[in-house]
């Protein structure tokens, strides 16, 4: 059986990772005979590993404790023991530790690398460095065509490319191609002119890229200054300096309304904090809960979700690590960083860089301008080929559908399906099932449905002639 994953990011790496060891236990005797799996992994980078993966800087932290990034989530210290072993952590040392996003990435390609080798024959896999451009059914399976015109085949599909563009629509005039303008910090090579680079920058867009970016240009001279602007202009929470533990809620009689669990959600804030003297236990509890909780909000309450609820949620939920807290803190109070609340409603060149107006009338002049807002939140705007080609916004049949905010593909279990119901040899996680769990970007979630895309497909090697089937209800 051929599987062509398009993206080897994170996402794809643990799809190929569970993949192979999934193989090794069929092989062991644990799951019956199994076809032999040919992987087809598209993407143009070197490595595998992703774009927020792949910086080199030893100050982008991650966001989640090392007792929460293994690849697989029943060996929850794995990676703990790989950074002792690693001499990045000292044995006995507390696993509430964040390590370097750099390393995270050695840790995922070589566990995915001795994964392989185990599997053996079983498992093969192919890079091709070229990006997916559209994706069509053939037969039962798919074709897979590739921006240099070649197309892959193959029985089954996985799509791992998060959320593949940035969006600009924050912007009053078209930026591209300007200079000491970078739409995307996380391209390869495209923040180092920046750090490099010398002069203020302007930084739109507060959450934790435009922390990464700013920890990188700060350190880069103490003469730098960032000014940093959103809507809102909050920055996200730190974490604790010591673990407080997880405080899950039973949500039983949370109700069905936006309004009943936000009800819900400030009362258990409130007893956490009383019982607990910190409200990060809640909020961490509230985590595992968050699927069942999206799941009885109508389109109506996300809706209102989004506009009233994501942007508070999202700055406690996805928090700095308290390292990186505290240069943030320092570089506030020397006059280095600098957060503005506004949006942008001007831009104009300027002799050696950009002026850039705020929405409270405030000018700032800085060599720079970088992006940090991160992509569009509706797949049908993002403009991307595959996408498109998936949806039918390209004039084609349509494989996928989205929700009715068009947050995410309708899948079931991440098992695409389109807009009639029918399962389609193509599966999907991470950022692209938003639409039916919201929390889907982080690894404590990605790795659980790596491991669920990696079954399903085993199964499918299992019996490769199994019919497609047909679900019983409509997505969304």
Do not use: K
């Not at 860089?353 to 992509?375: D, F, I, K, Q």
């Amino acid at each position: 059986m051929r599987v062509v994953v398009v993206g080897g990011g994170a996402a794809g790496s643990l799809v190929l990772l569970h993949l192979a060891r999934g193989a090794v236990a069929h092989r062991d005797g644990r799951g019956g005979p199994l076809e032999p799996v040919d992987v087809v992994l598209l993407d143009p980078g070197e490595q595998v590993s992703g774009a927020a993966f792949s910086t080199t800087d030893p100050r982008h932290l991650l966001n989640v404790p090392a007792s929460g990034m293994s690849v697989d989530a029943e060996h929850r210290f794995d990676f703990v023991d790989w950074c002792v072993t690693q001499g990045l952590l000292a044995e006995g040392a507390a696993p509430y530790w964040f390590a370097p996003r750099r390393e995270w990435a050695r840790y995922l390609r070589e566990r995915l690398a001795a994964a392989l080798a185990d599997a053996g024959d079983l498992v093969s896999v192919r890079h091709v460095r070229c990006a997916a451009t559209a994706v069509d059914r053939a037969g039962d399976g798919v074709r897979v065509t590739l921006a240099d015109g070649a197309v892959v085949d193959g029985d089954r599909l996985v799509l791992a490319t998060g959320l593949p563009s940035v969006g600009e629509d924050w912007a009053p005039r078209d930026l591209t191609g300007q200079e000491r303008y970078v739409a995307d910090p996380w391209l390869p090579g495209a923040l180092a002119p920046v750090v490099d680079g010398g002069g203020d920058v302007v930084v739109v867009g507060t959450g934790l890229t435009m922390v990464d970016v700013a920890v990188s240009i700060l350190g880069s001279s103490p003469e730098r200054r960032v000014v940093a602007c959103s809507r809102a202009g909050r920055l996200p929470q730190p974490h604790a300096g010591s673990y407080l533990g997880e405080v899950v809620p039973d949500v039983t009689g949370w109700g069905g309304t936006l309004a009943e669990v936000r009800a819900a959600v400030a009362e258990h804030l409130d007893d956490v904090v009383a019982t607990r003297g910190d409200w990060r236990p809640a909020v961490d509890g509230i985590r595992y809960r968050v699927a069942d909780l999206w799941a009885r909000l109508d389109a109506a309450d996300r809706a209102t979700f989004l506009r009233e609820v994501a942007g508070t949620w999202g700055v406690h939920r996805h928090r700095m690590p308290p390292s990186t807290a505290s240069v943030v803190d320092e570089a506030a109070e020397e006059g280095r960083l600098e957060v503005r609340a506004g949006g942008v409603v001007g831009v104009e060149p300027a002799r050696d860089g950009w002026v850039v107006e705020l929405a409270g009338g405030e000018r700032v002049t800085a060599r720079w301008l970088v992006n940090c807002t991160g992509p569009r939140s509706d797949l049908r705007r993002l403009g991307d080929p595959v996408l498109d080609s998936l949806l039918g916004l390209d004039g084609t049949s349509a494989l996928a559908a989205t929700d009715p905010l068009g947050l995410g593909l309708a899948t079931l279990d991440g098992r695409v399906v389109d807009a009639t119901g029918d399962l389609q040899p193509v599966w999907t996680l991470g950022a692209l099932r938003r639409g039916e769990l919201w929390e889907s970007t982080a690894i404590p979630e990605i790795r659980v449905q790596a491991a669920r895309v990696a079954a399903d497909l085993l199964d499918e090697a299992v019996n490769a002639a199994a019919p497609l089937g047909r679900l019983q209800h409509q997505p969304g």
